[in-house]
């Protein structure tokens, strides 16, 4: 394998984002087989797909775990990552999207933008990684590509930049125009190929409209472009080209494409637009980490001193398997890596290239790869492995706070133990799982993004680890908030046991904190009445009372405290007991505190049958929902409503019923909303 610079520039590294069931998993198949990387292509209702290989996969019919796939495509190494679209497993697409040098974001050409499909453009947004637009489907009845590319400008607001115009429509979809070339490019119903053919004669003076519009937008964006049409009244191909992929990189443009990857149309003009706009990893800036002694950057260069971010875990049958994201160095076979945050150093037994649940092994993998590795004991998501000699902390993908937790027990007593291992190995493969051990129940609780994210967990220990375990109803996670503060609140704490004493004195402000979420701490103290490194002890322990509130345990956010005061003692003042003062005196005066029970709540879109609205917004008012709006898209009836998170459970079933099996929905979170007084604060799982 060659090392140079020019190895890097014809590699892509890529994500597919999308709602759930807008053909994410299928654009992927078609890409597999476009490239000759599969003989066969995959269909997710067969179960017979490569990258949806876990068994609940191919049973639900939909992604659940990221998986990574390398092809090869004029010249060019493309590395795949297939994310999930449901939004209980949108851990996995922040991981994925944290090693990503691009994305494929697909939409359906029937529903448009869809709530899941806004928050993954959301986190490529946070992630700043550049993307285009693929829309998806044109075969299906209602399919329009103009209405589609509307939906996206209006609630994405990016500039859409749309390369292609559709050739038939639905079932009478057989290919596109070139806008930025001038040519049509058609898949017969048996063909495997894509033929070129001149612009056909009734979509002429439309394709000569649409690229007129495609030049003056892309002018408005780009100064190389703007002085060519002010020069020439007209844009060429190869300055378009330049433009394109100009405006793709710094996110002020978003190519569009369109096709319908079920019937394999598209999939080829696709390829060659992410090889030609989506950038390198010579392209994006060097990645920076926290170095020995400042901030430095490490280039994506095979000679540099090795960097790489672990983003993903999984236990195999065959052993322990490590994804990583190589951004500099080269690591080999044999080679020994530094694991920072640990603080050991380990040997990479293996490395391999891989293809979902195959691998093929290879010598090294250097800067810009993504590979697995075998062999490492310690490296979790999130982890930075670095060269030995040259110690650099990458910042890790950020971790998802749970929202519904439910109690899992063995159903043999013999067996706890081996639950406790699986749980944890669970936890180790996904974050965004948390265990832990109820201190008045003694129970386990098991928390997760979503009812279905612990369905699946809890599948997997019964299938993986053959484990019989019985859970509990699940429960939402509550938070606790101020809604009217305390001033001058004042608490003492003194211990004498014979030893040296404990004193410390403080005088805390408790109020609502101006952003609706968090935790600010800040000092008032003056005239060094409470030395700086007692305050910094105060808060601390501060931050320890946040666990648990008094309206129910649950943990406290949303509140801002005030030091104003304070005395120490010579002799028995110390850190320790100033900690043990700030957190047993804003649980105090959390007591004092008018309180606010905060529950999730989520933006429910419910795609119903016309006749049967009425019954679904019955149905939601009952379900303490607020309606945010109602649209009819393609003979269908959306309503968009904001519902408490605990209401949903058991809908999906409610909603089939309700609609005779017609009705569907989707939800995302958005935050946290006061409870009502009735909620009773036990129904938080303890």
């Not at 990258?51 to 049973?59: I, K, L, N, V, Y």
């Not at 979420?517 to 322990?541: C, D, L, T, W």
Request: charged share 25%; glycine share 10%; with cysteine.
């Amino acid at each position: 394998m060659r090392t140079n610079l020019n190895t890097l520039a014809v590699v892509r590294n890529l994500g597919i984002l999308a709602h759930v069931d807008a053909g994410k998993t299928t654009v992927t198949e078609r890409i597999l087989y476009a490239t000759g990387t599969t003989h066969k292509r995959g269909e997710v209702h067969d179960g017979t797909t490569v990258t949806d290989f876990d068994p609940q996969e191919r049973d639900r019919g939909i992604t659940i775990f990221a998986a990574a796939v390398s092809c090869d495509w004029d010249g060019h190494r493309i590395n795949l990552i297939d994310t999930p679209g449901h939004v209980d497993f949108a851990d996995e697409v922040e991981r994925s999207l944290r090693v990503l040098d691009g994305a494929v974001a697909v939409f359906d050409a029937v529903a448009g933008v869809e709530p899941q499909s806004e928050s993954v453009w959301r986190q490529a947004d946070r992630h700043g990684v550049p993307r285009i637009a693929f829309v998806n489907k044109l075969d299906r009845a209602g399919a329009d590509l103009d209405t589609a590319v509307a939906s996206i400008r209006e609630r994405l607001h990016p500039a859409p930049l749309v390369v292609q115009l559709p050739i038939g429509a639905q079932d009478g979809f057989r290919g596109v125009v070139d806008l930025v070339r001038m040519r049509a490019l058609v898949w017969a119903d048996d063909a495997e190929t894509v033929v070129e053919e001149p612009v056909p004669q009734d979509l002429r003076e439309e394709a000569r409209r649409r690229r007129r519009a495609l030049e003056e937008a892309v002018a408005e964006l780009h100064a190389e472009a703007l002085e060519e049409f002010c020069a020439r009244s007209t844009v060429a191909p190869e300055t378009l080209d330049t433009a394109l992929r100009d405006l793709t990189r710094s996110g002020d443009g978003v190519v569009v494409l369109c096709g319908s990857a079920y019937r394999n149309r598209g999939i080829e003009p696709l390829l060659d637009a992410v090889v030609a706009y989506l950038p390198s990893p010579l392209d994006v800036p060097a990645v920076r980490g926290a170095g020995d002694s400042a901030d430095e950057e490490r280039p994506a260069d095979p000679r540099a001193p090795f960097a790489a971010l672990a983003f993903k875990v999984n236990a195999t049958p065959t052993g322990r398997l490590t994804y990583l994201r190589v951004y500099s160095g080269t690591i080999e076979k044999g080679g020994t890596v530094y694991d920072p945050g640990a603080r050991r150093t380990e040997r990479i037994g293996r490395i391999l290239r891989v293809q979902a649940d195959r691998h093929a092994q290879v010598d090294r993998a250097v800067a810009g790869d993504i590979v697995a590795v075998v062999g490492l004991k310690s490296a979790r998501a999130g982890s930075t492995l670095c060269a030995p000699d040259a110690p650099l902390v990458l910042e890790p993908p950020g971790v998802a706070e749970p929202v519904v937790s439910a109690a899992i027990e063995a159903r043999r007593s013999t067996d706890t133990e081996r639950l406790a291992s699986a749980l944890g190995r669970l936890a180790e493969e996904d974050p965004s799982l948390v265990v832990r051990t109820d201190a008045e129940t003694g129970q386990t609780v098991l928390s997760g993004m979503g009812e279905l994210h612990l369905e699946v967990a809890v599948e997997k220990l019964r299938r993986d680890h053959g484990l019989a375990v019985d859970v509990g109803r699940p429960r939402v996670s509550y938070r606790e908030t101020v809604g009217r503060g305390v001033s001058g609140f004042v608490f003492r704490h003194v211990k004498q046991d014979g030893g040296a004493g404990q004193f410390a004195h403080v005088v805390l402000d408790v109020e609502p904190a101006e952003s609706e979420s968090g935790f600010e701490f800040r000092s008032a103290v003056v005239g060094g009445r409470v030395p700086q490194e007692y305050v910094r002890a105060v808060e601390a322990g501060c931050r320890d009372a946040l666990a648990d509130g008094p309206l129910g345990g649950h943990p406290v956010t949303g509140l801002r405290v005030t030091l104003t005061d304070g005395a120490t003692h010579v002799k028995d003042s110390s850190d320790t007991a100033f900690r043990t003062a700030g957190r047993l005196g804003l649980r105090e005066a959390l007591r004092t505190c008018a309180m606010v029970l905060l529950e999730p709540v989520v933006e429910v879109t419910v795609t119903v049958p016309e006749d049967a609205v009425g019954a679904v917004l019955g149905d939601l008012a009952a379900r303490r929902g607020r309606v945010t709006g109602s649209a009819t898209r393609a003979g269908a009836a959306v309503v968009t409503a904001t519902v408490p998170l605990a209401e949903l459970f058991g809908y999906a079933t409610r909603l089939r019923s309700r609609t005779q099996g017609r009705g569907g929905f989707t939800a995302r979170p958005t935050g946290y909303a006061p409870a009502p007084a009735q909620t009773p604060t036990t129904t938080a799982l303890r």
